[in-house]
């Protein structure tokens, strides 16, 4: 892929906003694997094109464009791009190549043919389109009176390590080509063969970098052949595999020269590759810049709500998982073949959104039928509702899960068999009929009684406790004794409580070691005493909650009924309406690091005490819905400035004109 003109295209990109994305979304065509689109309209109202212009003119984006452009500009205003519609970005992937392409609608009355890609080739109108294409030819472009249209892309190098597939197109995989367990060299690759890759290559204008290495490999050529003659002759020793070593000194292998023709075979590899990228993409480019199947109607990859920065469209996750791994290792190491393996995740949304001073990056993912069963059954939970009495007045973070075990315990056969048993290979079948076992032998509803599934942890504050410490005193003769010393620390106290209906087991453990003196019961509290570093735990069973804490005070005014619940609304909405919860008071970092005596760089020291006026930091999961999950996480910023995106860029102005030096 052409990385040259990146920056350039970003930057284009960044500036194009949304209005009538209609036009635009028609140019995506329908087999995308994900499409990026960028609301800049929401960005530059929300942030002013003004401060947009000064944190791009330091980050230095607008001298990074100049090589690429025929005149110099200085904020976003002198591009040609119309500032009322996205702009949106796009990859096709096949088994042999992906293409990125880049949508940008344009100005009444633009200049791009006078501003732009001179450095590029003219090519033949089409359509009303003006054209180019880059030197290498691994990037096109159109562009008409509305539209920017760019499409570049690469091939995928595992592909052509195939034998048949370099076969077909004339490559040399050279000594391990094509996975042989052969060792085949090419005996016929001579100077002649040289000065063809040369000239080839200097007449494509392909890998110019490439053409001054080879005409110097071309004047070592009858050296190197001799080198090829040598090795040649040392694979074809009848090796002893009973002998510790073999004697080479007689071989002379000339490795450097062996270097070279590798690099010559490299080369002729990579200007075959490339001109055959070139000759794929100029196939290819009208049928992208006009595609009859498109995502115009498909609501999904628009934009409509100005809160909305950025949204990441995936028709397919299962798809783009899969495109991701390289099967062919995984299947020649591993015997493991997931050429069919699916997850059952089906299209995803993630959306960056501004909600004033908060940012939240939001996401909903689609499973299919099969997976949605499971996952209802996992999710027919309810939480304790007793559990809002015991939430702490103070505490520096907190989470929550609710999962139902039951559901947990019915539903893991199906997902051993879904997800891990395709990860056994041709032990496939072991696993799911130990899966099957596994269902006929458990008692899901007793197991679920002893614990339910719902679970919440609060992080309560910092609690101060004397430790003993070893210290040395020396006399004169520097005879030293030890002298044992007690000192203040601040150490973490946590608060877990879980539903068990059943909590016969968990008893009847404590009071086994009870009797091994490993574990004390005192009005009603089992006490695990302090171990090494460790503070210790104190368990109480209250009605049908487990208690489990470092602090002996709470659980006591638990076990007596005057703890005081804190009334905040907002932690007693969260555990009830969301299978899982976490939420850190980000202001208290401060205080907590200081506390903990937590050693801090100065590089980090201004971010640290940054913290002190944030807000909270949350992650959060909603319930099934349609057959879809949806997940949030969010960030409060602090409230000096207008909203959140003026912050962020102010906070970088001010880190840019302040850096901060290790």
């Given at each position: 892929?052409?990385?040259?003109?990146?920056?350039?295209?970003?930057?284009?990109?960044?500036?194009?906003?949304?209005?009538?994305?209609?036009?635009?979304t028609k140019k995506i065509p329908s087999q995308a694997d994900f499409v990026v689109a960028i609301n800049n309209k929401a960005i530059v109202e929300h942030s002013s094109i003004e401060l947009l212009n000064e944190t791009l003119t330091k980050l230095g984006a607008f001298d990074k464009t100049r090589n690429n452009l025929d005149f110099s500009i200085k904020s976003l205003e002198e591009l040609d791009?119309?500032?009322?519609?996205?702009?949106?970005?796009?990859?096709?992937?096949?088994?042999?190549?992906?293409?990125?392409?880049?949508?940008?609608?344009?100005?009444?009355?633009?200049?791009?043919?006078?501003?732009?890609?001179?450095?590029?080739?003219?090519?033949?109108?089409?359509?009303?389109?003006?054209?180019?294409?880059?030197?290498?030819?691994?990037?096109?472009?159109?562009?008409?009176?509305?539209?920017?249209?760019?499409?570049?892309?690469?091939?995928?190098?595992?592909?052509?390590?195939?034998?048949?597939?370099?076969?077909?197109?004339?490559?040399?995989?050279?000594?391990?080509?094509?996975?042989?367990?052969?060792?085949?060299?090419?005996?016929?690759?001579?100077?002649?063969?040289?000065?063809?890759?040369?000239?080839?290559?200097?007449?494509?204008?392909?890998?110019?970098?490439?053409?001054?290495?080879?005409?110097?490999?071309?004047?070592?050529?009858?050296?190197?052949e001799i080198a090829y003659a040598d090795t040649a002759a040392l694979i074809s020793i009848d090796w002893d595999d009973d002998a510790d070593t073999v004697e080479t000194d007689s071989y002379d292998l000339e490795s450097d020269s062996l270097y070279l023709l590798s690099q010559i075979r490299e080369a002729k590899n990579d200007s075959l590759k490339n001109k055959l990228f070139g000759t794929w993409?100029?196939?290819?480019?009208?049928?992208?810049?006009?595609?009859?199947?498109?995502?115009?109607?498909?609501?999904?990859?628009?934009?409509?709500?100005?809160?909305?920065?950025?949204?990441?469209?995936?028709?397919?996750?299962?798809?783009?998982?899969?495109?991701?791994?390289?099967?062919?290792?995984?299947?020649?190491?591993?015997?493991?073949?997931?050429?069919?393996?699916?997850?059952?995740?089906?299209?995803?949304?993630?959306?960056?959104?501004?909600?004033?001073?908060?940012?939240?990056?939001?996401?909903?993912?689609?499973?299919?039928?099969?997976?949605?069963?499971?996952?209802?059954?996992?999710?027919?939970?309810?939480?304790?509702?007793?559990?809002?009495?015991?939430?702490?007045?103070?505490?520096?973070?907190?989470?929550?899960?609710?999962?139902?075990?039951?559901?947990?315990?019915?539903?893991?056969?199906?997902?051993?068999?879904?997800?891990?048993?395709?990860?056994?290979?041709?032990?496939?079948?072991?696993?799911?009929?130990?899966?099957?076992?596994?269902?006929?032998?458990?008692?899901?509803?007793?197991?679920?009684?002893?614990?339910?599934?719902?679970?919440?942890?609060?992080?309560?504050?910092?609690?101060?406790?004397?430790?003993?410490?070893?210290?040395?005193?020396?006399?004169?003769?520097?005879?030293?004794?030890?002298?044992?010393?007690?000192?203040?620390?601040?150490?973490?106290?946590?608060?877990?409580?879980?539903?068990?209906?059943?909590?016969?087991?968990?008893?009847?453990?404590?009071?086994?070691?009870?009797?091994?003196?490993?574990?004390?019961?005192?009005?009603?509290?089992?006490?695990?005493?302090?171990?090494?570093?460790?503070?210790?735990?104190?368990?109480?069973?209250?009605?049908?909650?487990?208690f489990v804490g470092s602090d002996l005070e709470q659980l006591t005014s638990i076990e007596q009924n005057r703890f005081k619940a804190s009334r905040n609304m907002k932690v007693k909405k969260d555990m009830s309406t969301n299978p899982f919860n976490m939420v850190v008071h980000t202001n208290a970092i401060p205080e907590v690091v200081s506390k903990l005596e937590i050693p801090v760089t100065a590089?980090?020291?201004?971010?640290?005490?940054?913290?002190?006026?944030?807000?909270?930091?949350?992650?959060?999961?909603?319930?099934?819905?349609?057959?879809?999950?949806?997940?949030?996480?969010?960030?409060?910023?602090?409230?000096?400035?207008?909203?959140?995106?003026?912050?962020?860029?102010?906070?970088?102005?001010?880190?840019?004109?302040?850096?901060?030096?290790?």
């Open positions: 892929m052409n990385f040259k003109y990146l920056s350039l295209i970003a930057l284009a990109a960044f500036a194009s906003v949304q209005a009538t994305a209609q036009e635009l791009v119309n500032l009322d519609k996205q702009a949106f970005v796009y990859r096709t992937n096949t088994d042999s190549l992906y293409y990125i392409g880049v949508l940008i609608p344009l100005k009444a009355n633009h200049k791009v043919k006078e501003r732009m890609f001179s450095q590029f080739d003219v090519l033949p109108i089409y359509s009303g389109y003006e054209r180019r294409v880059s030197k290498d030819g691994k990037t096109q472009v159109a562009w008409n009176q509305e539209t920017l249209f760019v499409l570049t892309g690469d091939l995928h190098r595992n592909y052509f390590q195939m034998k048949e597939v370099a076969d077909r197109y004339g490559l040399d995989l050279g000594v391990y080509g094509g996975g042989s367990d052969s060792w085949l060299y090419d005996e016929t690759l001579s100077a002649a063969d040289t000065a063809v890759a040369v000239e080839a290559i200097a007449t494509e204008e392909v890998l110019p970098d490439t053409v001054n290495i080879l005409e110097e490999i071309s004047e070592a050529t009858a050296e190197a993409l100029t196939n290819d480019f009208n049928d992208y810049l006009d595609p009859k199947n498109n995502l115009g109607q498909h609501k999904a990859v628009k934009i409509a709500d100005q809160k909305h920065l950025l949204r990441v469209w995936i028709p397919n996750l299962d798809k783009l998982y899969q495109d991701a791994l390289p099967y062919d290792v995984l299947k020649m190491a591993y015997g493991v073949d997931l050429k069919n393996f699916k997850y059952g995740y089906e299209d995803a949304t993630f959306d960056l959104i501004q909600d004033q001073h908060t940012l939240k990056l939001t996401g909903t993912v689609g499973v299919d039928a099969e997976m949605a069963k499971i996952f209802k059954t996992l999710y027919n939970n309810t939480i304790n509702k007793k559990f809002s009495q015991y939430i702490p007045e103070n505490h520096l973070a907190y989470a929550s899960m609710n999962i139902s075990t039951e559901g947990y315990l019915k539903q893991l056969p199906a997902l051993i068999s879904r997800w891990y048993a395709p990860l056994a290979g041709e032990y496939a079948d072991v696993v799911t009929i130990a899966a099957t076992a596994l269902e006929i032998g458990l008692d899901e509803k007793s197991i679920g009684k002893v614990m339910k599934g719902d679970h919440v942890f609060f992080l309560n504050d910092l609690q101060k406790v004397t430790k003993d410490y070893v210290s040395y005193e020396y006399d004169d003769d520097y005879n030293y004794k030890e002298i044992t010393k007690t000192k203040d620390e601040y150490v973490p106290n946590f608060l877990w409580m879980f539903t068990s209906q059943d909590q016969r087991l968990y008893k009847k453990i404590l009071e086994f070691a009870v009797k091994k003196q490993e574990v004390s019961l005192e009005n009603g509290i089992y006490k695990i005493s302090e171990q090494k570093k460790l503070e210790p735990i104190y368990i109480l069973f209250k009605h049908d909650i487990v590089p980090l020291q201004q971010t640290l005490k940054d913290l002190s006026a944030y807000g909270d930091v949350q992650i959060k999961s909603t319930h099934l819905h349609k057959n879809r999950f949806s997940g949030e996480f969010s960030v409060e910023l602090p409230k000096e400035d207008k909203n959140a995106l003026q912050y962020i860029l102010k906070h970088i102005l001010k880190n840019l004109d302040h850096p901060i030096k290790n």
